[in-house]
């Protein structure tokens, strides 16, 4: 069997049915990519840049054996793909939480949300200095709450309750990048260097060392920065063309 589409076909089945239903009458995402896209395209540029940093550093790499194999800036396609997929798809179920449950039953966790991260990613600063992943992911999510700070951010009780539904799709499509019979470890997996069937490996000296079956529970914050700074930009757009 040919194991070289396998990122690839992760990356499309995160996003084939978010793109299918773009098109539903009510929540028309397609109405607002007009937003969507230059903040996907922001938010691409960071990551990419911090992921070809740290591929660089030896803090994580690809598996070839699951890589079509073209490059751009060091890093796989697939991985490029990634940033563009998986952030589509989480927008995608936000504005689609946004446009099917009435009124805004999540307006009290906004702030509370943003206290209890922020809080989380200065405690993991100081904690694991020598611990780069955890270390970096901890500084730019403190950082990005602080430069939100001052707006109060209306969308953030809504964002809040999306991570949260998010985090499903969002272990299971990183499951298999990280451990790709993911199902296999334990729910709470403190022996991370028995995790091997790797898309995406990572250097364990530079994370919690804990992890979410095949998970770095560092990805869970991760990832709150990754659709968080999506949502942020893409709010500021809709905002600015009257989308919503």
Same mark, same amino acid.
């Given at each position: 069997?040919?194991?070289?589409? $396998?990122? $690839?076909?992760?990356?499309? /089945? ?23 896209? +230059? ?27 699951? $890589? ?32 099917? !449950? ?7 966790? /906004? ?57 499903? +799709? ?17 729910? $709470? ?27 770095? !529970? ?27």
């Amino acid at each position: 069997m040919d194991n070289s589409y $396998l990122y $690839l076909l992760v990356n499309l /089945g995160s996003i084939a049915v978010p793109v299918a239903l773009s098109f539903d009458q009510k929540v028309a995402f397609y109405k607002k990519w007009k937003a969507f896209w +230059p903040a996907n395209l922001i938010t691409l540029a960071f990551f990419v840049t911090w992921d070809a940093f740290f591929e660089h550093a030896g803090i994580w790499g690809f598996n070839d054996t699951y $890589l079509l194999g073209p490059r751009i800036f060091g890093l796989p396609v697939e991985e490029w793909l990634f940033f563009i997929c998986v952030p589509y798809a989480c927008v995608f179920l936000y504005e689609t939480f946004r446009t099917w !449950i009435p009124g805004y039953p999540f307006k009290k966790w /906004g702030q509370p949300t943003l206290v209890a991260v922020f809080l989380l990613s200065i405690f993991l600063v100081i904690r694991y200095p020598d611990r780069y992943y955890t270390f970096y992911t901890a500084l730019f999510t403190a950082l990005g709450i602080a430069a939100l700070w001052r707006s109060k951010p209306q969308w953030m009780g809504w964002f809040a309750f999306s991570y949260l539904i998010i985090l499903i +799709p969002f272990l299971i499509s990183n499951g298999i990048l990280t451990g790709i019979e993911f199902w296999n470890y334990p729910v $709470l997996n403190a022996a991370p260097d028995g995790v091997t069937d790797q898309i995406v490996w990572y250097n364990n000296d530079h994370n919690l060392r804990f992890r979410i079956l095949s998970v770095p !529970i560092d990805d869970t914050l991760y990832g709150f920065l990754l659709i968080g700074m999506n949502v942020a930009i893409y709010e500021v757009l809709i905002k600015r063309y009257q989308l919503r």
